[in-house]
């Protein structure tokens, strides 16, 4: 039997990282696993990081181990990671895992260091595009190019020293890090698809551009890293932003910026406030500049922060971020998210599913995949900056859906039983887009929702994602659908 009760990883993710109306009027923390996280997919539905070894969290699966040294980065999909290895001839390399292939190593550049070859540190969104370090010789190492069409290359240096990709674009046609100068200082450069270099931070008062790259927007326009002790924030239209630093006695007095959002508004990282092991995860804002996560949460009604250590990385609309407290991770949301409200579950609140097939509270009906499937929207609801995605977890693996929107909740927002589920939306429905679940059971649109829905300042839409469950759906019908979503527009 089905308890409503029960919070499994599906309702906790979904609850963290899609959530509803109520989700956006306070903070809060929602733990998800153990050991340190080190990146989420693009809808949030995967997380890796280290446990001991490497591991892939997904929101149906939970948390399990790859067997590697550790998990750096994951693909959209969650079905590509990058990580670091120990290959067949007992060198230390960076690798790429699959669930069909499971572990393979990229490789090196002709050196090595003692045992190690390469070591991985990111990855563009579609996992085709990976970089990190790679040794030249015992005393040099070089920033890699790693292509799923042509392998890895030694990305091009303006001198001789050592250097590193610490960071790719959601595109992959941006790799960031840093080279160093003749001195030994590292400077923070980009490279672009064609392999040119910029030093992003040189000026006047930084002639060598010291500093580094560590993550992207997801829009690409903004660049996160650090620079003399503390994190910033680049455009190439403003030019660099310092993020400040915290209260610290470390006499090193030194933080960095991991992730930045895609109005390059909120920065998060991490600053060491005493030496040499008391290290607070951060959040910046160019109204309240920098400060620790953990006050920010509480002080907006989060309850349970623990003393986070890490912010890894940020979603695109700077409102849920990826943070650690060195044992366990999870989901901050700052309660800032889209103006969206979630109606018509299959949860046993309203009308009940065709067959009895309850699902988990907030979702649709139950599917042969488990509780049922979730959607919300994430993102700012702005007929003229849309940056709304609809998202959804708990699907059937590989299978198409599809996005749709209806300017009627049914039935008074209860809905009516159709196939294995609930038809919510209903009224001048437009088709917005069809997309295949990931093997974690996850998916999320693409396109500008405002435009393709032709919304206008002020109206109500209601949104649902329409199924494929061919196997063995619970009632036999081979559909089902998620729960119901309300936006209003802004303007």
Sequence with gaps: MRTQSFKSPLFLLAAA???????????????????????????????????????????????????SDDAVAVSNTGAIVLGNIVDTAG???????????????????GGSSGTSVSTAYGMSGDGSIATGLAWVNAGTAGAFRWSATGGMSALPQAGSGSSRGNAVSEDGSLIGGWEESGSGTRRAVLWNAAFAQTFVLVTPTNATGAGEVWGFSENNQYVAGVTQGQGFVWDAVNGRTLTGTLPSTDPFRTGEARGVSNDGQVVVGWYRVAFPFDVRATIWTPADGIQELKSVLISNGATGVPNLRMASTISADGSKILAHDGSNWGIADLGTGATSASYCSGDGSGVACPCGNVGASGAGCANSAGAGAFLAGNGNASVSSSTLVLGSVGLVSGQPGLYFQGNNAINAGSGNTFGDGLRCAGGSLIRLQIRAASGAGASSTTVNIATKGGASVGDIRRYQLWYRDPSASPCGSGYNLTNGVEVTWGP
Aim: proline share 3%.
């Design 17 to 67: 990282l899609l959530g509803s109306s109520s989700a956006f009027a306070q903070a809060s923390w929602t733990p998800l696993g153990s050991g340190t996280a080190n990146d989420m997919s693009a809808d949030g539905s995967s997380v890796v990081g280290d446990n001991g070894s490497g591991y892939l969290w997904t929101a149906t699966g939970g948390q399990l181990s790859l067997g």
């Design 91 to 109: 060198n230390n390399v960076a690798g790429l895992w699959s669930q069909p292939s499971g572990w393979v190593s990229l490789g090196g550049i």
